[in-house]
Nanobody, 113 residues
Framework: QVQVVESGGALVQPGGSLTLTCAGSGFSVGDVIMTWHRQVEGKAREWVATLAPGGATFYADSVKGRFTVSRDEGKNTLYLQMDSLTLEDTAVYYC???????WGQGTQVTVSS
């Protein structure tokens, strides 16, 4: 059974950094397309980043240059390194195993002074 579990969300000050973790089970993160999304209450879920099996990465314009998606195949884990955080980055962040469209429960990131 394919499952993903996010963690690492926290309260952080503007300009700060945070790394989110997505632990996979039932599949290998290195073999599939993995994505990060985020959602603000009352708004549609927004795509943030993609990591393809070959290592190619893609980012939304709003996070390009500030966020980095990566994986550790030995730990079967996906990461999202977030730098230079702004108030607009406040959201619940979700990872997804793209082929099965499996979502995690999300992890809350709050950027506030």
């Amino acid at each position: 059974q394919v499952q993903v579990v996010e963690s690492g969300g926290a309260l952080v000050q503007p300009g700060g950094s945070l790394t989110l973790t997505c632990a996979g089970s039932g599949f290998s993160v290195g073999d599939v397309i993995m994505t990060w999304h985020r959602q603000v209450e009352g708004k549609a879920r927004e795509w943030v980043a993609t990591l393809a099996p070959g290592g190619a990465t893609f980012y939304a314009d709003s996070v390009k240059g500030r966020f980095t998606v990566s994986r550790d195949e030995g730990k079967n884990t996906l990461y999202l390194q977030m730098d230079s955080l702004t108030l607009e980055d406040t959201a619940v962040y979700y990872c997804q195993e793209f082929d099965s469209q499996t979502w995690g429960q999300g992890t809350q990131v709050t950027v506030s002074s």
